[in-house]
């Protein structure tokens, strides 16, 4: 049962991010006013991770759970949140850094809103700009326009309704000339809105909803888990919210490699439709990954020759049987 007492259950998921950690810790303590707990729910940590965390344990309202492997993002969240006793969850990634007091926002916004089902702030680069975070559920058109590049094409690409928002041109063109500056590229993202998902870099859900829809689904085990569980509360009837004035720093891309992510994301994504989707639309789905996987493996792992991409790809294609 939640503790009146306390408002809110941080959980920090730690997989080998030492220093990433430390820093992320010190800024939740340094900033966050409001009643909290910290839980660190660490996947077996190989590098110095847990000698600290244990040293913390117990300590600075900070609750060590040691798991024997490396069970993914949305399990070992899902640990967390079984001892948290908080009325809210604030899922928090390791890679993040707070540089204001931006839980007690949430707090505030959560209270006021009864049909909350999570909440989402702004998240920056270290140069200040602002990331694109959350988006629409996927369907059949949204993922043809994304494995096409549809949806990156200037002018026509605001006209989709896209699984991952973002300024039609600008990634089109960052994608064939990475080196081209971030900064004002996201500028979709200064105003406030309800996607369909939020991100898990920075996930504030009340518990009860939480509860209600069973947690993250154990089968994902990294990428995709908050927007499938996103789908899972907004079908009860509960709506998100993004709010860019309250933000933090996420260190995007230190706690994860590329590789691992553009096959997980493929997937994942595959598993998405089989789980909500019929089987037409699910076998449909597999084909459009499929060309999708294909046609990135020809620009950037033939093209480009990038082998990490290349990899990446014809692995992600083979994953989808």
Known sequence: MPDTKIDVSIIIVSYNTDLLTRNCLESVYKYVRCSYEIIVVDNASTDASLPFLRDLNDQKKLRLIELEKNHGFGPANNRGVA???GRYLLFLNSDTLLTHDAVTPALKFALSHSR?????????????????????????FSLITWQLFLDDLPFIGKYFKSIHPHEPGFLFLHRFFPRLPKTGSRSIYNK??????????????????????????????????????????????????????????????????????????????????????????????????????????LIFGIIKGNDVAKEAYIKAFRSLT
Not at 116 to 140: I, M, N, V
Not at 203 to 224: N, S
Request: net charge positive.
């Open 83 to 85: 001892v948290a006793k």
């Open 116 to 140: 909350l089902g999570g909440y989402s702030c702004g998240l920056k680069y270290e140069d200040g700009s602002l990331q694109a975070t959350g988006g629409s559920f996927p369907t059949l």
């Open 192 to 297: 406030s809105g309800r996607p369909d998902w939020i991100t898990g870099a920075f996930m504030f859900i009340p518990k009860a909803v939480f509860e209600k829809v069973g947690g993250f689904d154990e089968k994902i085990f990294l990428y995709t888990e908050e927007l499938e569980l996103c789908y899972r509360i907004k079908k009860l009837g509960y709506v998100f919210a993004y709010e860019p004035d309250n933000s933090i720093i996420h260190l995007i891309g230190r706690s994860g490699g590329s590789k691992l992510s553009t096959y997980l994301e493929i997937k994942y994504m595959q598993y998405f439709f089989e789980k909500h989707h019929s089987r037409l639309e699910s076998t449909l789905s597999k084909h459009i990954l499929r060309v999708g996987c294909l046609l990135r493996l």
